[in-house]
Nanobody, 120 residues
Framework: QVHLVESGGGLVQAGGSLRLSCAAS????????MGWARQAPDKERETIAS???????RIADSVLGRFTISRERYQNTIFLQMDNLKLDDTAVYFC??????????????WGQGTQVTVSS
Protein backbone atom coordinates (compact mmCIF):
# COMPACT_ATOMS: atom_id res chain seq x y z
CA GLN A 1 0.00 0.00 0.00
CA VAL A 2 1.06 3.58 -0.70
CA HIS A 3 0.10 6.70 1.20
CA LEU A 4 0.41 10.22 -0.22
CA VAL A 5 0.22 13.46 1.74
CA GLU A 6 0.08 16.82 -0.01
CA SER A 7 0.85 20.20 1.50
CA GLY A 8 1.45 23.79 0.43
CA GLY A 9 -1.87 24.86 -1.01
CA GLY A 10 -3.55 28.11 -0.13
CA LEU A 11 -4.72 31.49 -1.33
CA VAL A 12 -2.49 33.59 -3.56
CA GLN A 13 -2.96 36.62 -5.76
CA ALA A 14 -2.67 36.32 -9.51
CA GLY A 15 0.95 36.53 -10.56
CA GLY A 16 2.14 35.02 -7.30
CA SER A 17 3.78 31.71 -6.53
CA LEU A 18 3.12 28.61 -4.47
CA ARG A 19 5.07 25.43 -3.89
CA LEU A 20 3.25 22.17 -3.33
CA SER A 21 4.85 19.14 -1.71
CA CYS A 22 3.84 15.51 -1.71
CA ALA A 23 5.38 12.88 0.53
CA ALA A 24 4.91 9.24 -0.40
CA SER A 25 5.26 6.38 2.05
CA UNK A 26 4.69 2.66 2.00
CA UNK A 27 5.75 0.06 -0.54
CA UNK A 28 7.30 2.18 -3.27
CA UNK A 29 9.17 0.57 -6.15
CA UNK A 30 12.07 2.08 -8.03
CA UNK A 31 10.10 2.35 -11.27
CA UNK A 32 7.34 4.48 -9.83
CA UNK A 33 6.12 7.63 -11.54
CA MET A 34 4.84 10.51 -9.44
CA GLY A 35 2.93 13.55 -10.54
CA TRP A 36 0.27 16.15 -10.05
CA ALA A 37 -3.23 16.51 -11.37
CA ARG A 38 -5.82 19.16 -10.67
CA GLN A 39 -9.57 19.45 -10.79
CA ALA A 40 -11.45 22.70 -10.98
CA PRO A 41 -15.17 22.94 -10.17
CA ASP A 42 -17.32 21.37 -12.87
CA LYS A 43 -14.25 20.25 -14.82
CA GLU A 44 -12.53 16.92 -15.35
CA ARG A 45 -9.33 16.05 -13.56
CA GLU A 46 -6.33 17.23 -15.58
CA THR A 47 -2.85 15.74 -15.33
CA ILE A 48 -0.40 18.62 -15.31
CA ALA A 49 3.00 17.20 -14.44
CA SER A 50 4.82 13.94 -13.89
CA UNK A 51 8.31 12.79 -13.02
CA UNK A 52 9.91 9.36 -13.20
CA UNK A 53 12.29 7.85 -10.69
CA UNK A 54 15.15 8.76 -13.05
CA UNK A 55 14.05 12.38 -13.21
CA UNK A 56 12.35 12.56 -16.61
CA UNK A 57 9.56 15.10 -16.52
CA ARG A 58 6.44 15.94 -18.47
CA ILE A 59 4.53 19.20 -18.16
CA ALA A 60 1.11 19.94 -19.61
CA ASP A 61 0.89 22.72 -22.16
CA SER A 62 -1.52 24.61 -19.93
CA VAL A 63 1.19 25.19 -17.31
CA LEU A 64 4.37 24.89 -19.37
CA GLY A 65 6.83 27.62 -18.55
CA ARG A 66 5.08 28.46 -15.26
CA PHE A 67 5.09 25.19 -13.30
CA THR A 68 8.08 23.00 -12.50
CA ILE A 69 8.05 19.52 -11.04
CA SER A 70 10.96 18.07 -9.10
CA ARG A 71 11.62 14.98 -7.05
CA GLU A 72 13.63 14.36 -3.93
CA ARG A 73 14.33 10.82 -4.90
CA TYR A 74 15.54 9.16 -1.77
CA GLN A 75 12.78 10.75 0.25
CA ASN A 76 10.02 9.84 -2.23
CA THR A 77 8.89 13.42 -2.14
CA ILE A 78 7.91 15.57 -5.08
CA PHE A 79 7.35 19.28 -5.44
CA LEU A 80 5.37 21.47 -7.77
CA GLN A 81 6.69 25.00 -8.05
CA MET A 82 3.93 27.18 -9.43
CA ASP A 83 4.88 30.65 -10.65
CA ASN A 84 2.91 33.41 -12.35
CA LEU A 85 -0.33 31.87 -11.14
CA LYS A 86 -3.52 32.70 -13.02
CA LEU A 87 -7.17 32.68 -12.01
CA ASP A 88 -7.65 29.53 -14.11
CA ASP A 89 -5.16 27.70 -11.92
CA THR A 90 -7.70 27.64 -9.11
CA ALA A 91 -8.39 23.96 -8.39
CA VAL A 92 -7.84 21.11 -6.02
CA TYR A 93 -4.39 19.69 -6.70
CA PHE A 94 -3.85 15.97 -6.26
CA CYS A 95 -0.62 14.06 -5.91
CA UNK A 96 -0.36 10.78 -7.78
CA UNK A 97 1.95 7.80 -7.70
CA UNK A 98 1.78 5.00 -10.23
CA UNK A 99 3.72 1.77 -10.20
CA UNK A 100 3.76 -1.89 -11.07
CA UNK A 101 5.32 -4.50 -8.85
CA UNK A 102 6.37 -8.08 -9.30
CA UNK A 103 3.06 -9.08 -7.76
CA UNK A 104 0.61 -6.63 -9.34
CA UNK A 105 0.01 -4.67 -12.57
CA UNK A 106 0.16 -0.89 -12.81
CA UNK A 107 -1.80 0.82 -10.08
CA UNK A 108 -2.39 4.49 -9.35
CA UNK A 109 -2.55 5.96 -5.88
CA TRP A 110 -3.93 9.41 -5.04
CA GLY A 111 -3.58 11.86 -2.22
CA GLN A 112 -6.49 13.67 -0.61
CA GLY A 113 -5.79 16.88 -2.50
CA THR A 114 -4.89 20.42 -1.53
CA GLN A 115 -6.84 23.52 -2.51
CA VAL A 116 -5.15 26.26 -4.52
CA THR A 117 -7.11 29.46 -4.94
CA VAL A 118 -5.85 32.32 -7.10
CA SER A 119 -7.51 35.68 -6.54
CA SER A 120 -7.50 38.81 -8.65
Amino acid sequence: QVHLVESGGGLVQAGGSLRLSCAASGSIWSGSVMGWARQAPDKERETIASITSSGDTRIADSVLGRFTISRERYQNTIFLQMDNLKLDDTAVYFCNLGQATNASPWKDYWGQGTQVTVSS
